[in-house]
Nanobody
């Protein structure tokens, strides 16, 4: 079992920045690839970013590429999402998730993630 707890969400103006954190506990954190997904009101939960467990290679949705940066600290069992140049369309609940999938397109699919946090709200005002 892996327990995930997100923090760092809030209200920010368009163009601003936020840094989300995800604290992991339970089984060996470094064995899991990690992802950030988001869900806006009335929409499906969608992929935002992911990072492999070994090399730390990042993957990004086109909508966040160049603005968001995913990182992890395996020693501290922490996952981060630095979000810059935020837009109103980034408003959503952001979830961190863990998967045993190694790399590639498998990290983009939410059905491949077996562990989820409770989510943190990000609201970007125009």
């Amino acid at each position: 079992q892996v327990q995930l707890v997100e923090s760092g969400g809030g209200l920010v103006q368009a163009g601003g920045s936020l840094r989300l954190s995800c604290a992991a506990s339970g089984r060996t954190f470094s064995s899991y690839a990690m992802g950030w997904f988001r869900q806006a009101p009335g929409k499906e939960r969608e992929f935002a970013a992911a990072i492999t467990w070994s090399s730390g290679f990042p993957y990004y949705a086109d909508s966040v590429k160049g603005r968001f940066t995913i990182s992890r600290d395996n020693a501290e069992n922490m996952l981060y999402l630095q979000m810059n140049s935020l837009k109103p369309e980034d408003t959503a609940i952001y979830y961190c998730a863990a998967t045993m999938a190694g790399s590639g397109v498998a990290l983009l699919r939410r059905n491949n993630y077996g562990y989820w946090g409770q989510g943190t709200q990000v609201t970007v005002s125009s």
